[in-house]
Nanobody, 123 residues
Framework: QVQLVESGGGVVQAGGSLRLSCAASGRTIYDYDMGWFRQTPGKEREFVTFIWASGRLTRYADAVKGRFTISRDNAKNTVYLQMNSLKPEDTAVYYC????????????????WGQGTQVTVAS
């Protein structure tokens, strides 16, 4: 069973950048599709981005398209989320997870969630 640990969150000024990491242990993730979601208090977990196991296909939520980039390094068993031009509305806890279902953008289609990392964007 795979365990995921997110890191790299913090407090940043609007317009700044952060790079989140999602490190996997327990087994390799080279054959897993992976996703990033985010959640704010009282709201549903929201899709951010997705990457195929091969890395050749990605999808982004409209709210982050052009600002965020997902990537993976299967040799390091890690998935990354580069976040640029951050906005206060990007403030959330960010989670990575393994896609085990059919949907790409639905949290129910993912499993093996990490504990999340807090991103706070100050205006």
């Amino acid at each position: 069973q795979v365990q995921l640990v997110e890191s790299g969150g913090g407090v940043v000024q609007a317009g700044g950048s952060l790079r989140l990491s999602c490190a996997a242990s327990g087994r390799t993730i080279y054959d897993y599709d992976m996703g990033w979601f985010r959640q704010t208090p009282g709201k549903e977990r929201e899709f951010v981005t997705f990457i195929w196991a091969s890395g050749r296909l990605t999808r982004y939520a409209d709210a982050v398209k052009g600002r965020f980039t997902i990537s993976r390094d299967n040799a390091k068993n890690t998935v990354y989320l580069q976040m640029n031009s951050l906005k206060p509305e990007d403030t959330a806890v960010y989670y990575c997870a393994v896609r085990t279902g059919i949907s790409i953008m639905t949290a129910d289609a993912y499993d093996y969630w990490g504990q999340g990392t807090q991103v706070t964007v100050a205006s």
